[in-house]
């Protein structure tokens, strides 16, 4: 039995219509993840809302919330743990110091440093929200039996390794 056409099998139809030269295979996969991620995303921001935070700022927020405990981390690792250029990395950082949920301070060992640490307000609130994310990805993650989701993860970890120094230029 064939499953129904979904919106990206309607394009590619098209594409073979006036194009059959094409090979349609690759942009039927990214094209789907295109679509998913866009509505994901959407999803996501929509749940952190609640929290008053965006997806950049929560992630922000659960870098320092996984890695440190009081020492606090250096905007440049917290730059490499996440996908912002450095001027965006200042704006979040000015957004989340002026709701208290960062601080700014010096280095104990080296005054020059720079250090970004939670405040108690924002630990309470990185809590909340990862609460708040675990279960928006559970609910948007599809509904297939466990043997089926455990492949399309191994297939997108393939996917993302062979991709992974590409998306971090």
Same mark, same amino acid.
């Given at each position: 039995?064939? &499953? &129904?056409?979904?919106?990206?099998? !309607?394009?590619?139809?098209?594409?073979? #219509?006036?194009?059959?030269?094409?090979? &349609?295979?690759?942009?039927?996969?990214?094209?789907?993840?295109?679509?998913?991620?866009? +509505?994901?995303?959407?999803?996501? %921001?929509?749940?952190?809302?609640?929290? !008053?935070?965006? $997806? +950049?700022?929560?992630?922000?927020?659960?870098? $320092?919330?996984?890695?440190?405990?009081?020492?606090?981390?250096?905007? =440049?690792?917290?730059?490499?743990?996440?996908?912002?250029?450095?001027?965006?990395?200042?704006?979040?950082?000015?957004?989340? !110091?002026?709701? +208290?949920?960062?601080?700014?301070? =010096?280095? *104990?060992?080296?005054?020059?440093?720079?250090?970004?640490?939670?405040?108690?307000?924002?630990?309470?609130?990185?809590?909340? #929200?990862?609460?708040?994310?675990? /279960? %928006?990805?559970?609910?948007? *993650? &599809?509904?297939?039996? /466990?043997?089926?989701? %455990?492949?399309?993860?191994?297939?997108?970890?393939?996917?993302? $390794?062979?991709?992974?120094?590409? $998306?971090?230029?």
């Amino acid at each position: 039995m064939t &499953p &129904p056409a979904d919106i990206v099998d !309607e394009l590619l139809a098209a594409w073979m #219509a006036v194009r059959p030269d094409l090979d &349609p295979s690759a942009l039927g996969v990214v094209g789907r993840v295109l679509i998913l991620a866009q +509505g994901l995303h959407k999803s996501v %921001e929509a749940a952190l809302a609640r929290h !008053e935070l965006s $997806l +950049g700022q929560f992630d922000i927020l659960a870098t $320092l919330r996984r890695n440190t405990v009081d020492r606090g981390m250096t905007p =440049t690792q917290l730059l490499r743990s996440v996908v912002l250029s450095s001027g965006g990395m200042t704006s979040r950082l000015d957004k989340l !110091e002026a709701a +208290g949920l960062i601080v700014r301070g =010096t280095d *104990a060992t080296d005054r020059r440093t720079i250090v970004v640490m939670l405040t108690a307000k924002g630990k309470r609130r990185i809590d909340t #929200a990862t609460t708040t994310r675990f /279960a %928006e990805a559970r609910a948007s *993650a &599809p509904v297939l039996p /466990a043997q089926d989701l %455990e492949k399309l993860e191994e297939l997108l970890r393939t996917w993302l $390794l062979q991709n992974q120094m590409k $998306l971090q230029e």
